[in-house]
């Protein structure tokens, strides 16, 4: 279960990765941004 877990995880950030990529951005300002910004979260969409 773990392993399935882990890809799952991998998945998902490297689509953030390819995200970033194609609208510009650098990945790792892009992740940073999100990871300082997410624990504060309230909604969705904040």
């Known amino acids: 279960m773990y392993f ?4 799952n ?3 998902c950030i490297l ?4 995200t970033a990529k ?3 951005i650098a990945p790792e300002d892009y992740l940073k941004y999100l990871f300082e910004k997410a624990p504060y ?3 969705e969409n904040d």
């Open 22 to 24: 194609q609208n510009g």
């Open 9 to 11: 995880s991998h998945v």
């Open 15 to 18: 689509s953030l990765i390819e």
């Open 4 to 7: 399935l877990h882990n890809s």
């Open 41 to 43: 979260a309230e909604t």
